[in-house]
């Protein structure tokens, strides 16, 4: 996490970022294992400077086994 005090940016350690991700998504089912794949189209509200969340809706893939 870096901290910009008016005149420097320094790196503060880690730190905990707040974010809060709205969308929606489909599931869609292969076999009868349970397997499948899903894909989410998100977008993060809170909109945090540090965050590592692009300030557009994005789309996130997923494979189950």
Known sequence: RFVYDGVYMY???????D?????AGL???????????SILLLYDVTQN???SYPNRPFIKLGFFF
């Open 49 to 51: 400077y540090y965050s």
């Open 11 to 17: 790196d503060q350690g880690r730190g905990w970022i």
């Open 27 to 37: 599931y869609q089912r292969f076999g009868t294992r349970g397997g499948g794949i």
């Open 19 to 23: 974010n809060l991700l709205v969308g």
